[in-house]
Each structure stands twice: as structure tokens, then as C-alpha cells.
């Protein structure tokens, strides 16, 4: 079940392995890329998995590394998402929240940038490291494209 209640900071913990959260990978401090990984609960790292949801209007959100203060950006190749400093009218840092209208508490997360595309844990992997991209909702076994979050 999800604590969203608006504007604040969580963790984004993907349904389908809720034992995972989303995690930025700072290795390269040129290429911050969004990554599925295992929950980091003390020290400076566990920054990497806190996000600041911004409230735009419009129900539109930024989500901001709360370590890097850069926001979660959207590529329409199927690439792994990153976390870059643009300008704030960029549609790529831009995003919606769309209640799984299971009772759950899940969330779809959608693209402003790449309208019909969700966040989606690359092939339903639960691997550390895997890629978080964006894509096509999917009709079924979509539970890799929900999202709870959870106040750190």
C-alpha cells in the first residue's frame, strides 16, 4: 500500500518485487541512470532511492533525486532513464500519477514527454541493476509498470 498523499519525498517500490526500490546509479557521475536495486535504509546512499515528488498543477509532478537534486527524465528509445538538470518547462522531467484502480494503492507513472508510456521495470526483472525505462502500458502482467510509494 502506498503512503502518497501529494507532495513530498518516497521511495518508489515496484509492485511486481516489492523487496526492490528504484535507485539511482551514480557510479558514473556523467551518466546518472535509474536502476532497480536493493533497499538501502542508512547512510549517505540511501539517497540514491529518495525521490521528491514537486506538484506542477495540473496533476503533473517532477521527481528529483533528493541526492543529486537532478529530475527523473524521460528517453522514448527504450533506454534506461536518467537523472539530469534541465530546464523546468522540458516535457521530459514531467510526469503524471494514475491510481491502479485495483484498491492497491499502486500507481501507473506516465510520461508528459512520451504520452502512452509508462515507467516500467525492464522485462519484469527483479535483478539489481536492472533498467528502468519507459514503455507501452501492457493490458496484462503489468505489475512491473506499477509503482507503491512509500515515505522513507
Do not use: C
Not at 501529494?6 to 535509474?34: A, C, F, M, Q, W
Not at 516535457?91 to 503524471?96: C, D, S, Y
Amino acid at each position: 500500500m502506498s503512503d502518497f498523499n501529494g507532495p513530498g519525498v518516497y521511495t518508489i517500490v515496484p509492485r511486481h518485487v516489492d523487496s526492490k526500490r528504484l535507485d539511482v546509479d551514480d557510479s558514473d557521475e556523467d551518466n546518472i541512470r535509474l536502476q532497480l536495486y536493493d533497499p538501502i535504509t542508512s547512510g549517505k546512499q540511501r539517497y540514491d532511492q529518495q525521490f521528491m515528488f514537486a506538484h506542477l498543477g495540473n496533476k503533473e509532478f517532477f521527481i528529483i533525486s533528493l541526492k543529486h537534486g537532478t529530475y527523473l527524465t524521460a528517453s522514448d528509445d527504450e533506454e534506461q532513464l536518467t537523472s539530469e538538470v534541465l530546464p523546468p518547462v522540458n516535457r521530459r522531467i514531467r510526469w503524471k500519477l494514475h491510481p491502479v484502480r485495483d484498491g492497491s494503492g499502486a500507481f501507473f507513472i506516465s510520461s508528459l514527454a512520451y504520452p502512452g508510456k509508462v515507467i516500467d521495470v525492464q522485462y519484469g526483472y527483479d535483478d539489481n541493476e536492472t533498467a528502468i525505462i519507459i514503455y507501452p502500458p501492457k493490458e496484462d502482467d503489468n505489475e512491473n509498470q506499477q509503482f507503491f510509494l512509500i515515505s522513507p
